[in-house]
Structure formats: C-alpha cells, structure tokens
C-alpha cells in the first residue's frame, strides 16, 4: 500500500474546486463589506435631529469594523490564490439602505441596518458551513466576522424596539 503525502487541507489540489468555491463567496462578502461602509458612511451624515444622534455615533463606530472586515476577507481571497476584484466588478444590492426622503426618518435607517446585518450573517453562516471540516482558518476568520455582525443587529433591534414601543416605528 502506498503512503498517501500529507494533506495541505485547502491548498491540496484535490480541493481546487472546493477553493475557488470558497474565494468566490470571498469575494462576495468583500463586497457586501464595502457596500455597507459606503451606506453606513452616507447615514452617519445624513441623519438629522436630537434622537438620530445615538444611531448616528454607532454607525461612525461600525463603518471602522466593516471596513476592518472587508480587508480580512480581501486578504483571506489572496492567501487562497483568489484575486480581490476591481472596483468594476461592483454591483450595489442595498436598495434597502438608500437615503430615506426625510433625513430624520431614523427608522428607515435602523431597519436597513438589521436588513443589512441579516444579509451578511445568513452569507457568513454558509462561508462557516462550506469550510467546515476543510478550511478552518476561512471558517475561524468567518465565524469572528460573524460574531461582531450578530452585535450589530443586535444593537439595531434594541433601537427598533425603543422606537417601537415609543409607537413611532
Ligand atoms: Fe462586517
Ligand atoms: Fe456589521
């Protein structure tokens, strides 16, 4: 019987396809990353009035974080022999998290944001399933990422239920 090589995990080139397929949902969480410091950044100025300023300091707070995850994610796709795609490549998906008409609706704002932060952990969670078992630094990288977005909805709907109960949302 021959002695099989030891295996390399993810970069074993049996696993090549399962690599591309874990670059491509890479890139796809790069994406949304940037996407959504691109809306976090417009609502944390555009927002007017005394109560919008609560929301307007944590999404200052946030856009550092996703920012910090969209380079995670860009330098995952590189050590895996992906390529961070272009700026060309950007489509917009966040019809959602478009300036409201009145610059004071916080609760248009506050509902985009748990729109947003489901989106990202319901792609999280499936990076976390496709890389389990064969890519587990992807997965422990993923599964922090994941963490500080279950935060940030979490915060969100805190918000939206003040608002809730103040019956303005
Ligand atoms: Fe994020
Ligand atoms: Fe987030």
Redesign the pocket.
């Known amino acids: 019987m021959e002695a099989s090589a030891p295996s390399k995990g993810i970069f074993d080139s049996a696993n090549l396809e399962k690599r591309e397929q874990v670059v491509a949902l890479l890139q796809r969480a790069y994406w949304m990353e940037i996407e959504?410091v691109m809306s976090y950044i417009a609502a944390s100025v555009n927002l007017d009035g005394v109560r919008a300023q609560e929301i307007k300091e944590s999404l200052a707070e946030?856009i550092e974080?996703?920012l910090s995850?969209a380079k995670r994610f860009a330098e995952r796709i590189k050590e895996l022999y992906g390529v961070v795609p272009g700026s060309q490549e950007f489509a917009a998906e966040q019809s959602y998290l478009q300036p409201p008409e009145e610059q004071t609706d916080i609760v248009h704002v506050i509902r985009g944001v748990i729109h947003?932060?489901t989106g990202?952990i319901e792609h999280y969670t499936r990076i976390v399933e496709e890389t389990d078992g064969v890519d587990p630094v992807t997965q422990d990288m993923t599964i922090a990422i994941l963490h500080?977005?279950q935060g940030?909805?979490r915060l969100f709907e805190g918000f939206l239920r003040e608002y809730e109960f103040e019956g303005i949302a």
């Open positions: 959504t946030d974080e996703e995850h947003a932060e990202a500080d977005e940030h909805r």
